[in-house]
């Protein structure tokens, strides 16, 4: 087959397909800023992106490279303006992978709704869109303004690679850090911008430190500083903050490394700590639980059904004080049982979320529309059947969710207590409507 792929050149969730299209035998013909496989030969080509200036010219030039192609599927990584062009240029039959924060961004407060209605233009357009979160087919069709193709295939992660091990790197990595081997290290991997909630891990951490004896140290793993613009002010902020809570020995930064370190760099940490404030259901936490870690994370939306929710330890948006507290159990228990209880989350992952899936799956979703198919697709969000969820929440809750994330705590408690009148012992909404109490004491 021909697949005519665009996305971010230097994501790994962009190029990760590339490579298993191109050891498959298929042709690639990749449109980007960069060339992100220059060293690639066979069926694979690059071009950089046509933006010309104005909307005619560049509709023109896509569609030259479409009958030059002429690909058999165009796959769009990451849904933005290119995404769009595509449709407006007719590139079809037309594959969209959401990733996340493409979708999520528009149901916070203060989102573009010109950008809105153009992602929704162009989610419509589209002849099948991609998901990696079971709560995300809803999201995308409501962008939409109805029923859309979606199917549900996670990019997934190498189980081989990631994996329990790495005993002598990982005490390598500490002594280069200057971790005592016998520390309990809390490790926040997410990306290096502020809604991956990495100051509210430091808040958390400093005040769950005496209780450790202080024998825990945190350690931010810088990711994907290219992706945030505010990175560097974030940066400097995170790093005055830890001298302003004297616990600069308790805290070490990690600079980037490479794709092929990050197993080394699970194994040298303990405990995962997770707390954005929007998400779908990442790789990293499908890696930690590969390599059979123990993990904290907030409980979002996305999480639900999920191995979040059956094997980590987790505490709703807000609740800094379940964070503590896990973050001290955890820091007590001892590392074997810590070990027992992350295996089950390795085992489903293993199961459901291996990158070979992905791998098998995606020639398939080609072939499907290509022959007018959807391959799998659903006019509706995943069921129990077809990928792991929970029971939907109502309308109520999921926009009491959406408010809090952004930060309207008036319009969260509205939605919570509407819930409520209808499900009285909902356990989610009381407990949201604790957080929500617990914020509004503090500010």
């Given amino acids: 087959m021909r697949i005519l792929t665009i996305g971010p050149w230097f994501s790994p969730h962009t190029v990760r397909p590339i490579n298993w299209l191109l050891e498959q035998g298929h042709e690639v013909l990749f449109l980007g800023e960069r060339d992100p496989l ?5 069926g694979y080509r690059f071009l950089p992106f046509p933006n010309l200036g104005d909307l005619p010219s560049t509709l023109g030039a896509l569609g030259e490279i479409r009958d030059r192609f002429r690909p058999d599927a165009v796959h769009v990584h990451w849904i933005d303006h290119k995404a769009w062009l595509c449709v407006q240029a007719g590139l079809r039959p037309l594959v969209l992978s959401a990733w996340g924060s493409d979708i999520n961004q528009f149901f916070l407060a203060g989102h ?3 950008q809105r209605r153009m992602i929704g233009a ?6 099948l869109t991609i998901v990696d ?10 962008l939409a303004g109805r029923l859309i193709p979606t199917t549900f295939l996670h990019l997934g992660v190498d189980t081989v690679r990631f994996a329990p091990g790495y005993r002598e790197e990982a005490l390598a990595w500490r002594e280069r850090l200057g971790i005592p081997a016998d520390a309990t290290v809390f490790l926040s991997p997410r990306g290096w911008g502020e809604s991956n909630g990495h100051h509210l891990i430091l808040e958390a951490f400093a005040r769950a430190l005496p209780a450790m004896g202080g024998n825990g140290i945190l350690l931010f793993k810088i990711f994907n500083r290219v992706s ?6 974030y940066e400097s902020e995170l790093k005055r903050r830890v001298e302003e809570l004297g616990i600069a020995g308790q805290v070490r930064f990690m600079e980037e490394v490479s794709a092929e370190l990050l197993p080394q760099v699970f194994a040298l940490s303990d405990v995962v700590v997770n707390y954005p404030s929007r998400d779908t259901l990442p790789i990293t936490l499908a890696e930690s639980a590969a390599c059979g870690k123990s993990a904290i994370s907030v409980m979002l939306p996305s999480y639900r059904g999920t ?3 059956r094997h980590f330890r987790t505490f709703l948006p807000g609740d800094e004080e379940e964070l503590i507290r896990a973050m001290v159990e955890l820091a007590e228990e001892p590392p074997q049982q810590r070990l027992a209880a992350a295996l089950a989350a390795r085992e489903e992952v293993r199961a459901t979320l291996d990158e070979g899936i992905y791998r098998k799956g995606l020639p398939g979703v080609y072939a499907g529309v290509c022959a007018g198919g959807k391959a799998g697709a659903m006019l509706h969000a995943p069921d129990r059947e077809e990928a792991p969820s929970p029971e939907p929440a109502t309308p109520h809750l999921e926009r009491a969710y959406r408010f809090f994330a952004g930060g309207d705590l008036a319009a969260c408690h509205r939605e919570v207590e509407l819930e409520l009148r209808v ?9 949201l409507a604790k957080s929500v109490r617990l914020m509004s004491l503090k500010g």
């Fill in 38 to 42: 220059p060293a690639a030969g066979g």
């Fill in 112 to 114: 573009d709704e010109n």
């Fill in 122 to 127: 162009t989610l419509a357009g589209a002849d």
């Fill in 133 to 142: 979160a079971p709560t995300m087919a809803d999201k995308c069709c409501q």
């Fill in 228 to 233: 945030f613009g505010d990175h560097l002010k």
């Fill in 307 to 309: 191995f979040v929710e």
């Fill in 423 to 431: 499900h009285p012992d909902s356990g989610e909404a009381l407990a």
